[in-house]
């Protein structure tokens, strides 16, 4: 932002010009503190323009002040594939996606056609073919 040379306690007076880099949006928003628990740096989010609500935007969080505001928490998302729709100060709604549960331990099994198991004396069996002689 470029202003005149006045300035006073309150900061300057009046802004002659403001220049943003359109390839480089992010989104700072508030966050109350019963959910900031469950925001993490890289989480994925999605970011639809109030003026475009059938646009959707990529995004990631990418910083959480380190100090609780008791007026707001504040959360920088980056918007990763920004076009030329979207300009600074534009309202925006972010959805936060949960990051992905790790692994569970997976284990094979094999389903057979219940006609191919064959039970003898309370066991219960089948027939493997196979190609050896």
Sequence with gaps: ??????T????????LVSMADLNDLQVELD???AD?????L?????IIPEAYPQRRYRGVVEYIAPI???QKATIAVKVLD???QL?????VKVTFFRKEAKARSVRSVVLIPRSALIVREGQSFIFVATDEL
Excluded: H
């Design 82 to 84: 920004p076009d030329a």
């Design 68 to 70: 609780a505001d008791r």
């Design 87 to 91: 300009r600074p100060d534009m309202s």
């Design 1 to 6: 932002m470029v202003t005149i040379g006045f």
């Design 31 to 33: 966050v109350s503190e």
């Design 42 to 46: 890289g989480q994925a989010a999605q």
């Design 8 to 15: 006073s306690d309150r900061g300057a007076k009046q802004a």
């Design 36 to 40: 900031i628990a469950r925001v993490e």
